[in-house]
């Protein structure tokens, strides 16, 4: 009894401190608190004393794929960046408001930055792989997290390869390096080695920028396949690789002060058809940016 | 059809003559070329003479002195041309590698917190205490070895002496270190960072074996600097005709030491290096001695140019094994 009664109040007081952002529908129906992923409430953001992001409120949705757009400056990586605490390496830096995950506060003192990295992957504009072999890139988060048997890391990189697409491409040269394959490869092999984690969210940043158009092609293809399992949050320069990947997609824009700020959220085909904000429409359409 | 186009220009274009002496200035150019290409050419093999006059000098007059006694025996007393100078060689990688074990981590360690706290006042200082460093005369580097090691214990010994070359050698690993960690993508730091990693993680699997080759090259060119030192030395280590260490080790066994006892008990010894031996050889009325001077200075040149050589090697493979 006593368990069940515990048990309930953490789930009201899990609610309750997980403000209620502008609410997001899907076709429509509005999206239940529990297939939100990231909430974010009134943030922002200080390189400083720059501002780069202020009054920031969004909810993005679990198991979809959510671009953020913009244009150059207008702060789409260092938001990208506050949903794994990635900003905490720059000195003097400081965030104001929250960021919940899972209804969790990551910024709050009590939370382990490391668990929260580990639920919450980032792959970033230029392929990044360590310099060791293909299968120590991937075994690289489990032994992190204290993985050391071979047959379960030997399956992990297995399974973690595979869910990247680039299972059948290595699987005979597990033991080279990560720094011979081709560019669109290593950016496979780095979602590869940040699915190994089992990540609840994968944060892109730009993924593809640096690679050519075929490459570009399968890393979109495997961002749909990986979307039923993850979350996908993707900054993009590209607003045809937005309007093509993803379901959502936010729009940010700097305001009189040079800060970053939402101009609006919804869903992709909404945002690139029949935007509510004027600005929105004008840089989707190409008359800016 | 472009050929087309091309040829129809070509023949529509009137052709302009006169404005510029091609043939003249052509030769004028040719000229200046090949003097100055001459003038470089010259003046390259001028620099390179007293390197090779050098390596060919003390190869030619050393090489007399080179046997196999020279590199088994220890010295057979002044005035005697047989007997080696293996004490020397012995002592020369003793204090060679202990001085790396003394100053190859803190340096490294250094570094990291130079690239990583470039604008804390402790790394601005690190970065100045380096360059102030590197430019102390070695000679007062040995005499803070005497100051801070000698005296206190009562005795010269290969500890004071390595700690001295430690010392001298510190800021040319930080620096190299340093400059090899900064070109690091940062990005790679933060790959791992965003796994979850730890920073020491980070900096001792992914941003060390990334940078290694030049580290090592870095590892490689202090050693060699130090191990032709003499200054520092002759305050620390002092010199010692009979120092063997295979001989320290059988008597060390014979009267029942462990092994780190022996240890302790062989870097508590004075000891002899090449250089060292060359400038005490040198200052010997004996022609014996004065060959086997010649002898020590052909063995360290030699020695130093294969550390820089292993250096260079360790370069290009582990530059082709990241390449893959």
Same mark, same amino acid.
């Given at each position: 009894m006593q368990t069940i009664s515990s048990t309930a109040g953490e789930v009201t007081s899990r609610e309750l401190r997980q403000p209620q952002s502008p609410l997001?529908?899907?076709?429509?129906?509005?999206?239940?608190?529990?297939?939100?992923?990231?909430?974010?409430?009134?943030?922002?953001?200080?390189?400083?004393?720059?501002?780069?992001?202020?009054?920031?409120?969004?909810?993005?949705?679990?198991?979809?794929?959510?671009?953020?757009?913009?244009?150059?400056?207008?702060?789409?990586?260092?938001?990208?960046?506050?949903?794994?605490?990635?900003?905490?390496?720059?000195?003097?830096?400081?965030?104001?408001?929250?960021?919940?995950l899972d209804g969790d506060d990551i910024y709050s003192p009590n939370v382990d930055v490391v668990d929260v990295r580990r639920r919450v992957g980032m792959v970033f504009q230029r392929p990044n792989p360590f310099p060791m072999s293909i299968y120590d890139n991937v075994s690289y988060g489990?032994?992190?997290?204290?993985?050391?048997?071979?047959?379960?890391?030997?399956?992990?990189?297995?399974?973690?390869?595979?869910?990247?697409?680039?299972?059948?491409?290595?699987?005979?040269?597990?033991?080279?390096?990560?720094?011979?394959?081709?560019?669109?490869?290593?950016?496979?092999l780095c979602i590869a080695r940040a699915l190994a984690v089992e990540p609840d969210a994968i944060l892109m940043d730009e993924p593809a920028s640096?690679?050519?158009?075929?490459?570009?092609?399968?890393?979109?293809?495997?961002?749909?396949?990986?979307?039923?399992?993850?979350?996908?949050?993707?900054?993009?320069?590209?607003?045809?690789?937005?309007?093509?990947?993803?379901?959502?997609?936010?729009?940010?824009?700097?305001?009189?002060?040079?800060?970053?700020?939402?101009?609006?959220?919804?869903?992709?085909?909404?945002?690139?058809?029949?935007?509510?904000?004027?600005?929105?429409?004008?840089?989707?359409?190409?008359?800016?940016? | 059809m472009i050929t087309q186009a091309r040829? !129809?220009?070509?023949? !529509? !274009?009137?052709?302009?003559?006169?404005?510029?002496?091609?043939?003249?200035?052509?030769?004028?150019?040719?000229?200046?070329?090949?003097?100055?290409? +001459?003038?470089?050419?010259?003046?390259?093999?001028?620099?390179? *003479?007293?390197?090779?006059?050098?390596?060919?000098? *003390?190869? *030619?007059?050393?090489?007399?002195?080179?046997?196999?006694?020279?590199?088994?025996?220890?010295?057979?007393?002044?005035?005697?041309?047989?007997?080696?100078?293996?004490?020397?060689?012995e002592g020369t990688v003793l204090l060679t590698?202990?001085? +790396?074990?003394?100053?190859?981590?803190?340096?490294?360690?250094?570094?990291?917190?130079?690239v990583y706290h470039p604008n804390t006042w402790l790394g601005i200082a690190l970065r100045f205490g380096a360059d102030v460093l590197s430019g102390v005369p070695s000679i007062v580097i040995g005499l803070f070895g005497y100051a801070l090691v000698v005296k206190p214990a009562g005795h010269f010994s290969a500890l004071a002496g390595s700690i001295a070359l430690a010392v001298l050698m510190l800021p040319i690993i930080i620096r190299t270190a340093e400059e090899m960690i900064k070109l690091v993508p940062k990005n790679l730091r933060a790959g791992a960072l965003a796994l979850g990693s730890p920073e020491w993680r980070a900096a001792l699997q992914v941003t060390l074996p990334a940078a290694i080759s030049g580290i090592m090259t870095g590892f490689l060119l202090g050693l060699a600097r130090v191990s032709g030192e003499t200054a520092p030395l002759l305050f620390t280590s002092l010199g010692n005709d009979r120092f063997e260490i295979g001989r320290l080790v059988q008597?060390?066994?014979?009267?029942?030491?462990?092994?780190?006892?022996i240890l302790y008990n062989i870097i508590q010894q004075p000891?002899?290096?090449?250089?060292?031996?060359?400038?005490?050889? !040198?200052?010997?009325?004996?022609?014996?001695?004065?060959?086997q001077a010649w002898g020590v200075a052909l063995v360290l040149i030699v020695l130093i140019l294969m550390f820089n050589i292993a250096a260079r090697y360790w370069v290009s493979r582990q530059a082709a094994k990241n390449r893959g």
């Open positions: 997001v529908t899907i076709k429509g129906e509005p999206l239940p608190l529990t297939s939100s992923k990231f909430v974010l409430s009134d943030l922002a953001f200080y390189y400083g004393k720059v501002q780069a992001l202020a009054g920031i409120s969004i909810t993005i949705p679990a198991n979809h794929i959510t671009a953020i757009i913009g244009p150059s400056g207008c702060g789409k990586s260092t938001l990208l960046r506050t949903l794994n605490r990635m900003n905490d390496l720059i000195p003097k830096t400081r965030i104001e408001g929250q960021v919940f489990p032994r992190l997290y204290g993985v050391t048997k071979r047959a379960d890391l030997d399956q992990i990189v297995e399974f973690s390869l595979q869910q990247a697409a680039l299972w059948d491409e290595v699987k005979d040269k597990l033991t080279q390096s990560g720094m011979a394959l081709s560019g669109g490869q290593q950016q496979r640096a690679l050519d158009p075929i490459a570009t092609l399968k890393i979109e293809e495997l961002m749909q396949t990986l979307k039923s399992s993850y979350t996908i949050v993707i900054v993009t320069h590209n607003m045809q690789q937005a309007a093509r990947v993803s379901e959502f997609t936010a729009f940010m824009m700097i305001d009189q002060n040079r800060a970053g700020t939402l101009v609006e959220f919804g869903e992709t085909a909404q945002i690139f058809t029949r935007p509510k904000n004027r600005q929105t429409e004008d840089y989707v359409t190409g008359r800016f940016g | 040829s !129809t220009l070509l023949f !529509t !274009t009137p052709i302009v003559k006169g404005f510029i002496q091609a043939k003249k200035g052509r030769q004028r150019r040719r000229a200046i070329n090949f003097f100055w290409l +001459g003038i470089t050419g010259v003046v390259t093999v001028l620099a390179l *003479v007293p390197l090779f006059w050098i390596i060919g000098y *003390v190869a *030619v007059k050393g090489a007399p002195a080179i046997n196999l006694a020279f590199f088994t025996e220890l010295p057979q007393g002044m005035g005697s041309a047989s007997g080696g100078v293996l004490n020397a060689i590698v202990l001085s +790396g074990l003394f100053a190859i981590p803190p340096g490294l360690l250094a570094a990291f917190y130079a008597a060390g066994f014979r009267s029942g030491q462990s092994f780190p006892e000891v002899d290096s090449l250089p060292l031996t060359l400038y005490k050889y !040198t200052q010997q009325p004996f022609p014996a001695q004065i060959q």
